[in-house]
């Protein structure tokens, strides 16, 4: 699915990540934690393509294709999503008309059908329930006056009208109380699937309860330092991360 | 704005006008140049009575004694816009497509004629027929066709060209021209009222609702020809009526200079929506060639409870130069002002609207949406002015401009100005960046870049164009995508 091979990336002539390796397999979930400032973001904007972010060397492939050679709307195209940790208000425009612009997007280059305003309609109503948002949101514009919870949920509910085959969670429990959260875990679980691969940045193990990972990866100073299984986040969550900052330091 | 986004939208700025093409159709053309002569010819051509002929000389006349605001030293300019001169002696202030006979339909219309509204996507017959809409087509100088007339009339409304309305109801003409707009009033408005060659009429009779939306497309065509339109509206006692004006210009390299009037009268309870959309040519990327559009457009709320509302949605002209305006001299009477303005490449615009509450509880509401790409130059000017007696008039002024690309300008200048005490005036400003974060999350989605500009802009224009009719709505957004094609990434 996705093979991330000694990835370096700068932001303003700033290095972030500094010599990444990642293999993510179709069907698995991995985590990715670590203690702010290691480069969990970075990694998830440059994987989505951000023009902020530039790569300075490595190489990623995403079924066997060179990722970094697409734009980012070919990469959504191809089924890469990423979930906001902020996502942005675009003022004026109707949340369900660019719910639908985005998925004719994906259909139309998956060689699809366009679904027009009707079918749209039904499709969303079912999606929406999934992550118990309202349907008023629909006529709303996309973020605007949305409360935090209400963005992450938003998030979500593009990650299952969309049903990309790599989603990338960008810290998406950040900010959200423990209800909003098990409604967010529960759509990113309802799409999980051999197919499908799911990379969940988080900061707290509190979220890989819900969304139960196959691999945990620890990020420091920009590479991965440490990875295991579900338990090692637990081990992370007990120790704290100074450790691994520590370890870090010694190795670099 | 990233390293990585600057030649995007430099490389998207390349695209040219996609209404560029010349109809070639024989004009029938008074020499270059103007002096009382041509007054005269105009005034003869259109077998005027003798009152029309005065009052184009008297125009004339005191034009010759104003100061061409082209000719005053940049700095002594007010209107924050840039051009060459203006040499009125090289103008043609006549010309009109040839006809043989007077027509009587459609089918008798040169077809090229018909043609070139084909290519732009306004059929003048069937379709408009079916989607309910009365068109009077001003082609160059002259009305060429006009139907609905029948329906129309049954109800008591006139609506033709100006022409015909100076033969067939020359009391209102006389009552009303120049009622709103004196001739005396700019430069541009008093030359207009000298050497105006046509332009529509609309009367709606007392307690009239016009059934269907009124619509003129204007094209301006022979080289050369400056356009001199008039279009006079008068809403009587309770009537309403809509009125669109849309237009496109074909692609040339010399500047051609429009200068129109437009004025509205409502009388009491009546109301007047007045939309527009504006898509004269540009000019390329260095901005040669494009029209110069200098319009004075003003509406008077004469009557009590009256209402007048200005929609435009300006994304055409080399520079523009525009301000409709409402006289509130009714009391409890209404103006609104909504406004798109689009600039890029080297387009300058300087438009807003003024206000002026005489009446009172007058009411007003200014909503300005500035978007400037590429070298694009967008400035909003807007007087709102409260008189003495106009106790308890309100106003309500947004302003908001967005900036594509980092080469453009948006600049605001409101002028407020309360003689009583008890008038409210609320005034709101913003300028925003078309944000990178917004582009690359609509590029997430799966949107093209060029998808999403059009998206968020048409977003951040959304409460003007919901005071569009459905109709020209639609144009409208399909307007601002296209623009936006043509000058951003």
Redesign the interface.
Known sequence: MLEIRDLYASIDSTPILRGLSLKVNPGEVHAIMGPNGSGKSTLAQVLAGHPAYEVTGGQVLYQGRDLLELEPEERAREGIFLAFQYPVEIPGVNTAYFLRSGLNEVRKHRGLEEVDAIDFLALIREKMNLVEMDENFLKRAVNEGFSGGEKKRHEILQLAVLEPRLAILDETDSGLDIDALRVVANGVNKLRSPERSAIVVTHYQRLLEYIVPDFVHVLARGRIVRSGGKELALELEAKGYDWIKEEATASA | M?Q??APEIAELANREYQHGFVTDIEADSAPPGLNEDIVRLISAKKKEPDFMLEWRLRAYRHWLKMEDPTRRKPSERWAKVSYPEIDYQSLIYYSAPKQQKKLGSLDEVDPKLLATYEKLGIPLNEQKLLSGVAVDAVFDSVSVATTFKGKLAELGIVFCSFSEAVHNHPELVRQYLGSVVPYTDNFFATLNSAVFSDGSFVYIPKGVRCPMELSTYFRINAANTGQFERTLIIAAEGAYVSYLEGCTAPMRDENQLHAAVVELVALDNAQIKYSTVQNWYPGDEEGRGGIYNFVTKRGACRGRKSKISWTQVETGSAITWKYPSCLLQGDESVGEFYSVALTTNRQQADTGTKMIHLGRNTRSTIVSKGISAGRGQNTYRGQVKILKNAQGARNYTQCDSMLIGDQCGAHTFPYIEARTASAQVEHEASTSKI????L??????????E?AVS??V??????VMDELPMEFAVEARKLLGISLEGSVG
Request: glycine share 12%; with cysteine.
């Open positions: 990233s990585t986004t944000g990178e974060d917004q690359f999350y609509c590029n997430q989605r799966g949107i093209s870049t998808d998206l968020i048409n977003g951040f224009c959304k409460q």
